[in-house]
């Protein structure tokens, strides 16, 4: 989905240079899971269990323009 890799591009090219390990994996992680999983996370007020991976998609989704 278009929109999916536009709110990762910008989480990638605005917060990659300063995150912290932690959330480099679970970026790394996101990148991994199906479309619809993230969609889910990204655009349908989901959250994955792990709060590490659940901070990150907090965070794509506040800063989403």
């Known amino acids: 989905m278009k929109e999916l890799d536009v709110l990762l591009t910008q ?14 994996r679970a970026f790394e992680w996101l990148l991994e899971q199906p479309d619809a999983e993230l969609a889910g996370w990204l655009l ?21 323009a």
């Open 11 to 24: 989480w990638l090219e605005r917060d990659w240079p300063r995150a912290a390990e932690a959330e480099r």
């Open 44 to 64: 349908g007020g989901a959250r994955p269990a792990n709060a590490v991976r659940a901070a990150l998609v907090d965070d794509i989704v506040r800063r989403r």
